[in-house]
Nanobody, 124 residues
Framework: QVQLVESGGRLVQAGDSLRLSCAASGRTSSRSAMGWFRQAPGQEREFVAAMHWSSSSTYYGDSVKGRFTISRENTKNTVYLQMNGLKPEDTAIYYC?????????????????WGQGTQVTVSS
């Protein structure tokens, strides 16, 4: 089993920066990728960012490219999402996820484990 715990979400102003954390525990050694998704009320879950674990290659959704950065800290088994230049449309619950599959890491169905989510609210 794998446990994922997100933290760092809060209310911020437009233009602010925020860093989300996702602490992973359990049987994580077989992971192929970790990712971040978000879901706003009444909308589908949206891909934000992903990192292929063995290569550290990163992937981003079009709406966050150039503003968000995914990174990792191996000693803490933690993945981060640095969010800069936040906009009101970034308001959502942000979820961390872990995939054991190969490829298509922008697709939510490719992920096997999910955290409980952390709320990010950006006021204008």
């Amino acid at each position: 089993q794998v446990q994922l715990v997100e933290s760092g979400g809060r209310l911020v102003q437009a233009g602010d920066s925020l860093r989300l954390s996702c602490a992973a525990s359990g049987r994580t050694s077989s992971r192929s990728a970790m990712g971040w998704f978000r879901q706003a009320p009444g909308q589908e879950r949206e891909f934000v960012a992903a990192m292929h674990w063995s290569s550290s290659s990163t992937y981003y959704g079009d709406s966050v490219k150039g503003r968000f950065t995914i990174s990792r800290e191996n000693t803490k088994n933690t993945v981060y999402l640095q969010m800069n230049g936040l906009k009101p449309e970034d308001t959502a619950i942000y979820y961390c996820a872990l995939s054991m599959a190969y490829g298509l890491w922008s697709v939510a169905d490719k992920y096997d484990y999910w955290g409980q989510g952390t709320q990010v609210t950006v006021s204008s």
